[in-house]
């Protein structure tokens, strides 16, 4: 039995969404921040504090999705250990 050298398909695409989550919070920050504060300096510093956790939480998937014990770059190095360090 050989084993396929590319990674599944699937977990790929989860990757990639994960990733797609990662840049909408970022942009949705970034335009947080170019708001004008205007009269309501508090409510601008939540929004964007809101903001800000929701990008946080979006990297910590991503980051486990990827690097995770069962992420792709475990199954990466699984197929091509020689990708390892």
């Known amino acids: 039995m050989t084993t ?3 990674p599944d398909a699937e977990a790929l695409e989860k990757v990639r969404e994960t990733r797609r989550g990662v840049r909408r919070a970022s ?3 970034e335009e947080a921040l ?3 504060a205007g009269m309501d300096a508090r409510a601008w510093s939540a929004d964007v504090a809101e903001r800000l956790a929701v990008l946080a939480a979006a990297f910590e998937r991503h980051a486990e999705q990827s690097e995770g014990p069962q992420g792709l ?3 990466i190095v699984e ?3 020689r990708v390892a360090n």
Do not use: Q
Request: aromatic residues 0%; negative net charge.
């Open 4 to 6: 396929d050298p590319t």
């Open 27 to 29: 942009v949705e920050l």
């Open 34 to 36: 170019a708001r004008p």
């Open 73 to 75: 770059l475990g199954e």
């Open 79 to 81: 197929v091509n250990p």
